[in-house]
C-alpha cells in the first residue's frame, strides 16, 4: 500500500506513521494485497485532531473522516470506518450470483428420483362468450375469417354444443360430444 500524509496545523511524526499503518493494515488482507493507495490528512484546531482517510482502491474509493480531542482515537475511527465501507463492498460482491449453475441442477435426473416435483400446469380462464346457435357451416365461414383457432357453437338442428377447430393441414376438425 502506497501511503500520502498531508498534515494540516501538525507535524506528521514517526508514530503516527506507524499508527496509520498498523490500522491499514487490515485492509491490505481484506482486499488481497491489490494496489492500493491511502491519503491521510492531518489536522489541529484549537483541541479538536481531525483525520480524513481515503482510500483508493481499482475504481473505487472509501473515505472515513473523524474528529476527536485525541489524535491516535480519530485516526482509529476513520480507519475503522474506511474498513466498514471496504467490508461493505466485499460483502456486495460475495452475494451475487457469479457462478455457474451446475449441470446436475439444471437437467432432471434420468432415474426420475428428482426431489422436486415438476410443477402442475395452471388452468388459466382467458374470456367468456355467448354459445351461439348456427350450424357447422357457418361456424367455419367465422374460424376461417377470425385469428381465433376453434369456435364453441350450439348446433341448430340438433341443440348440441359443438367444438369446430382449424386442422395443421387446413381442413376443419369437428368435436360434437
Known amino acids: 500500500m ?17 499508527l496509520v499503518r498498523k490500522e491499514m493494515g487490515k485492509l491490505d488482507r481484506i482486499l488481497d494485497s491489490a494496489p492500493m493507495r491511502a491519503h491521510i490528512i492531518l ?22 473522516i473523524a474528529e476527536n480531542n485525541d489524535l491516535n482515537h480519530s485516526i482509529t475511527t ?33 432415474d426420475g428420483s428428482s426431489e422436486a416435483a415438476p410443477s402442475t400446469p395452471r388452468i388459466i380462464q382467458a374470456r367468456r362468450y355467448r354459445v351461439k346457435p348456427m350450424t357447422p357451416e357457418e361456424a367455419a365461414s367465422i374460424v376461417a375469417e377470425s385469428s381465433d383457432q376453434f369456435i364453441v357453437f350450439r348446433d341448430a338442428e340438433t341443440n348440441k354444443i359443438g367444438v369446430l377447430y382449424k386442422r395443421t393441414d387446413g381442413n376443419f376438425g369437428f368435436i360434437e360430444p
Do not use: M, N
Open 2 to 18: 502506497e501511503f500520502e500524509f498531508t498534515g494540516r496545523h501538525i507535524r506528521i511524526t514517526p508514530t503516527i506513521e506507524r
Open 43 to 64: 489536522s489541529s484546531e484549537k483541541h479538536r485532531k481531525c483525520a480524513e482517510i481515503v482510500v483508493y482502491w481499482r475504481d473505487s474509493v472509501f473515505t472515513g
Open 78 to 110: 476513520a480507519a475503522s470506518k474506511v474498513e466498514k465501507q471496504v467490508l461493505r463492498l466485499k460483502e456486495k460482491f460475495g452475494s451475487k450470483k457469479r457462478r455457474r449453475t451446475s449441470t446436475r441442477a439444471v437437467t432432471p435426473a434420468a
